[in-house]
């Protein structure tokens, strides 16, 4: 038998659950080697200080809890009384709500354009661009990343 054996029915020792069969090969172990003592006493040691402290432990009163816990539960509860919420609070909800409502379907949602017999969904649309210099070059567009219409000019005096 070799130590971690030992050790492993050395804890089943200590549950009082070895086989008689198993006793003599561990003694004779035990007998031989020193390390497998000592822990055999540690867990002794152990085993007993627990014993030990186990009943030193103050039980509650099982009918005297029971009477406890009845006379708890059979009191009534006093509930807090709740704070009210403001009347704008619930009506600036339903206020918000329709609010978001009406910008995206008035300024979010893309609306369809009819163009040569072709319904395409545009994004934005200038219909005007105004610029200081008359011969600058302007050029409109839509950023997809952001939605944005971006509006470009450059001065048409200048040379590129």
């Known amino acids: 038998m070799n130590c971690r054996q030992a050790q492993r029915l050395l804890l089943t020792e200590r549950d009082h659950a070895l086989a008689p069969e198993q006793t003599g090969p561990l003694a004779a172990h035990l007998a031989t080697c020193p390390e497998c003592a000592a822990y055999r006493a540690t867990l002794l040691d152990a085993s007993a200080m627990m014993r030990t402290a186990a009943t030193q432990v103050p039980a509650p009163d099982a009918t005297e809890e029971w009477l406890q816990l009845r006379a ?62 008359a011969s600058a070059s302007t050029m409109v567009y839509v950023d997809k990343e952001s939605g944005w219409l971006v509006v470009w000019a450059v001065d048409g005096s200048a040379k590129g």
């Open 72 to 133: 708890r539960l059979r009191t009534p509860v006093r509930r807090e009384t709740t704070r009210r919420l403001a009347p704008f609070a619930w009506l600036g909800l339903p206020l918000a709500a329709a609010a978001a409502l009406a910008f995206y379907f008035f300024a979010g949602q893309p609306y369809p354009v009819e163009r040569d017999g072709d319904t395409t969904t545009e994004l934005a649309r200038a219909e005007f661009v105004e610029v200081k210099d």
